[in-house]
Nanobody, 123 residues
Framework: QVQLVESGGGLVQAGGSLRLSCAAS????????MGWFRQAPVKEREFVAA????????YYADSVMGRFTISRDNAKNMVYLQMASLNPGDTAVYYC????????????????WGHGTQVTVCS
């Protein structure tokens, strides 16, 4: 089992920045692909970013490319999502997730999920 706890959400003005953190515990964290997903009101949950356990390969949704940065610290069992140039369209609950696949960004491949942290961007 892997337990994930997100933090760092909040209310921010458009154009601002936030950094989300995800603390992992349980199984060998360093071997998991870690991802961030988000769900806005009345919308389906969508992929945001993922980072592999080996070589820190990253992948981003087109909507956040160039504005968000995912990173991980395997020594601390932490994953981060640095978000910049936020706009109201980024308002959502952000979830941290872990996958034991070698590489994936499909929600179905992520079997461990946090409870989410709310990010609200006001104009």
């Amino acid at each position: 089992q892997v337990q994930l706890v997100e933090s760092g959400g909040g209310l921010v003005q458009a154009g601002g920045s936030l950094r989300l953190s995800c603390a992992a515990s349980g199984r060998t964290f360093s071997r998991f692909v870690m991802g961030w997903f988000r769900q806005a009101p009345v919308k389906e949950r969508e992929f945001v970013a993922a980072i592999s356990w080996e070589f820190a390969r990253t992948y981003y949704a087109d909507s956040v490319m160039g504005r968000f940065t995912i990173s991980r610290d395997n020594a601390k069992n932490m994953v981060y999502l640095q978000m910049a140039s936020l706009n109201p369209g980024d308002t959502a609950v952000y979830y941290c997730a872990a996958s034991s696949m070698q590489w994936s960004r499909r929600q179905g491949d992520f079997h461990y999920w946090g409870h989410g942290t709310q990010v609200t961007v006001c104009s």
